[in-house]
């Protein structure tokens, strides 16, 4: 059965170089490893990707200052700073009889066991006991401790499932406001559509109607060169061809017709195009205007990790 002790060297461990953690580093899934282990371990990936945890396998994001931006694992420091300082009094202590196993005591000044020679020699001054005596009360509290881990282990994990759950509610909220923004772009998209489309429909309206002006003042124009060119070609007739008294006897009505012709002023017919103008809206003004809605994000503030007090972020598997 692993003892206090080995728990707490393997708690101390990291899992990458299997030595004492030397500025250990938590990842977002809590697991510790040593600020060089995890730079040598990630030494070809780039600011911002996403690796995956050495032991659990998820993933997260290498910080922008790089992998010493994570956050310190304060517990876990305590535990190394701990298990030097045991192993700085042991190695005060202990002598060829320690090493050869043979301990019988307890020493209550050093929290270690000893044998009887450094108890009558090295630590004669300390209080000790037999170790038979103390462990019970050592199990009795090791039984204690055991039942607040357990209890705090339901708690994270509690936490973690309520993490899973408001994880999934965020998602599909987030979906939710993503199909409400495409819903109000498509709105917005469509009148502007509309405008275009009516002014596009008067343009052709104004088009139409000018094409009309132009066709009447042509046929205006047609029409009178046809009948000067017929009072033309009857005038040179007669003129070259014609007796005498067929001039006479035509002279009076032509000169009514071209009277008329020329008082008809056919030159005022004219065709003048509609002046059109387009003014385009100011797009600065409406790149600066809200026409979608707004976007409000609210963060709560969170304990940094590795500074709570529960001693069952030690045991994440």
């Given at each position: 059965?692993?003892?206090?002790?080995?728990?707490?060297?393997?708690?101390?461990?990291?899992?990458?170089?299997?030595?004492?953690?030397?500025?250990?580093?938590?990842?977002?899934?809590?697991?510790?490893?040593?600020?060089?282990?995890?730079?040598?371990?990630?030494?070809?990936?780039?600011?911002?990707?996403?690796?995956?945890?050495?032991?659990?396998?998820?993933?997260?994001?290498?910080?922008?200052?790089?992998?010493?931006?994570?956050?310190?694992?304060?517990?876990?420091?305590?535990?190394?700073?701990?298990?030097?300082?045991?192993?700085?009094?042991?190695?005060?202590?202990?002598?060829?009889?320690?090493?050869?196993?043979?301990?019988?005591?307890?020493?209550?000044?050093?929290?270690?066991?000893?044998?009887?020679?450094?108890?009558?020699?090295?630590?004669?001054?300390?209080?000790?006991?037999?170790?038979?005596?103390?462990?019970?009360?050592?199990?009795?509290?090791?039984?204690?401790?055991?039942?607040?881990?357990?209890?705090?282990?339901?708690?994270?994990?509690?936490?973690?499932?309520?993490?899973?759950?408001?994880?999934?509610?965020?998602?599909?909220?987030?979906?939710?406001i993503k199909k409400m923004v495409i819903a109000t772009g498509d709105v917005v998209k469509r009148s502007v559509d509309?405008?275009?489309?009516?002014?596009?429909?008067?343009?052709?309206?104004?088009?139409?109607?000018?094409?009309?002006?132009?066709?009447?003042?042509?046929?205006?124009?047609?029409?009178?060169?046809?009948?000067?060119?017929?009072?033309?070609?009857?005038?040179?007739?007669?003129?070259?061809?014609?007796?005498?008294?067929?001039?006479?006897?035509?002279?009076?009505?032509?000169?009514?017709?071209?009277?008329?012709?020329?008082?008809?002023?056919?030159?005022?017919?004219?065709?003048?195009?509609?002046?059109?103008?387009?003014?385009?809206?100011?797009?600065?003004?409406?790149?600066?205007?809200?026409?979608?809605?707004?976007?409000?994000?609210?963060?709560?503030?969170?304990?940094?990790?590795?500074?709570?007090?529960?001693?069952?972020?030690?045991?994440?598997?």
């Amino acid at each position: 059965m692993a003892t206090a002790s080995s728990v707490t060297t393997d708690l101390a461990t990291c899992p990458i170089c299997v030595d004492l953690f030397d500025n250990p580093k938590s990842l977002p899934c809590l697991h510790a490893f040593c600020l060089k282990c995890l730079q040598h371990h990630f030494k070809d990936k780039c600011l911002g990707d996403e690796v995956p945890c050495p032991m659990c396998r998820k993933e997260f994001q290498i910080p922008s200052d790089g992998l010493g931006g994570l956050q310190h694992h304060f517990m876990v420091q305590q535990l190394v700073d701990e298990r030097k300082a045991s192993n700085e009094k042991f190695d005060e202590v202990t002598c060829e009889v320690c090493f050869q196993d043979q301990l019988k005591l307890y020493c209550l000044d050093c929290n270690e066991n000893i044998c009887w020679t450094c108890s009558g020699v090295k630590l004669k001054n300390h209080s000790s006991i037999e170790i038979a005596e103390v462990a019970d009360n050592f199990k009795l509290r090791i039984g204690d401790d055991d039942k607040q881990i357990l209890s705090a282990i339901s708690s994270v994990r509690e936490q973690s499932e309520q993490t899973n759950h408001d994880e999934v509610e965020f998602i599909d909220k987030v979906e939710e406001i993503k199909k409400m923004v495409i819903a109000t772009g498509d709105v917005v998209k469509r009148s502007v559509d509309d405008q275009v489309n009516d002014v596009l429909i008067k343009l052709q309206s104004v088009t139409s109607e000018s094409v009309k002006k132009v066709e009447s003042v042509q046929e205006a124009y047609q029409l009178a060169v046809v009948s000067m060119e017929s009072f033309h070609t009857r005038s040179r007739e007669l003129l070259d061809k014609d007796r005498p008294s067929d001039v006479t006897r035509a002279a009076c009505e032509l000169h009514n017709s071209a009277t008329e012709f020329l008082g008809s002023d056919v030159n005022t017919v004219k065709y003048r195009p509609p002046h059109v103008t387009f003014t385009p809206a100011d797009v600065t003004q409406v790149k600066g205007l809200n026409l979608i809605g707004k976007l409000t994000v609210t963060t709560e503030e969170q304990p940094e990790p590795g500074k709570s007090q529960s001693a069952a972020l030690f045991y994440s598997q």
